[in-house]
Nanobody, 123 residues
Framework: VQLQASGGGLVQAGGSLRLSCAAA????????MGWFRQAPGKEREFVAA????????SYADSVKGRFTISRDSVQNTVFLQMNSLKPEDTAVYYC?????????????????WGQGTLVTVSS
């Protein structure tokens, strides 16, 4: 499975960005997909995940109500719409494909990772 993340950039607090993760490979379609982020000096943390078949989402408490994860099964792409961005959202964002079909919050539950895309939110 190959994952290509894009869409990061510099935005002011309160602004929006949409991240995309294009997936390729014949085995990922039954697996959940997730977004994680890692700020400088901090551990990688869960942001959101979605099941592939029924598109059931899950979110970290810190982003609930502001971020929306979705997937396009035709384009084989997962999106993360980020609204009302805060400076503390600044991080490198990674998409990942889980080992199984259910959403997971720990990085160890994910097998394949994209290269990361940097999101910087200025105050």
């Amino acid at each position: 499975v190959q994952l290509q993340a894009s869409g990061g950039g510099l935005v002011q607090a309160g602004g929006s960005l949409r991240l995309s993760c294009a997936a390729a490979g014949r085995t990922f379609r039954k697996n959940a997909m997730g977004w994680f982020r890692q700020a400088p000096g901090k551990e990688r943390e869960f942001v959101a995940a979605i099941t592939w078949t029924f598109a059931v989402p899950s979110y970290a408490d810190s982003v609930k109500g502001r971020f929306t994860i979705s997937r396009d099964s035709v384009q084989n792409t997962v999106f993360l719409q980020m609204n009302s961005l805060k400076p503390e959202d600044t991080a490198v964002y990674y998409c990942a494909s889980a080992r199984g079909s259910t959403t997971q919050v720990t990085p160890s539950a994910y097998v394949y990772w994209g290269q990361g895309t940097l999101v910087t939110v200025s105050s």
